[in-house]
């Protein structure tokens, strides 16, 4: 019985691991939010794990080390952008928050995306993450049913 309790405990270490490395977590509060298990206990998996999510201080739980560092798989990036731009042009959602609520990544993760992308969101302060151009101005802003 406890073989199978520690296999499931490596498995959420694991699972951790994988979403840090996809940029769904920066911090041990989101990781508790989304995967329904304590504060306490997403952090001891992530001490076990040697995964430098922060603390309510944005303080990292463990050193950061050339081998515990965030591996982001490209690939998987650039479709997350693509997504994120995708949703900004069909008008699905057009500020950090809604991007973030439709995605299911922190708010942090989609303003890097974006950035990364030139997509140009709106933020809290009603201020674009990156400002329009030729490029990224999208074709309803300028027609009259924008409003």
Not at 33 to 56: C, F, H, M, N, S
Not at 139 to 144: E, G, I
Request: aromatic share 10%; with cysteine; net charge neutral.
């Amino acid at each position: 019985m406890a073989h199978a309790s520690n296999e499931r405990r490596n498995q959420n270490i694991m699972k951790l691991r994988q979403a840090f490395n996809d940029e769904k977590y920066n911090t041990i509060s989101q990781a508790a939010r989304d995967t329904g298990y304590t504060y306490q206990t997403v952090k001891k998996w992530a001490i076990d794990g040697d995964i430098p999510l922060l603390d309510e201080n944005g303080t990292s739980i463990v050193k950061i080390t050339e081998y515990n560092q965030r591996k982001v798989n490209e690939k998987r990036r650039i479709e997350h952008i693509n997504k994120l731009n995708e949703i900004f042009h069909k008008k699905e959602a057009i500020t950090v928050s809604a991007c973030a609520s439709k995605l299911g990544y922190p708010e942090e993760t989609i303003i890097s995306w974006a950035k990364q992308g030139e997509i140009p969101l709106l933020m809290a302060n009603n201020e674009l993450v990156v400002p329009f151009n030729e490029y990224n101005r999208p074709y309803w802003l300028d027609s009259d049913d924008f409003l």
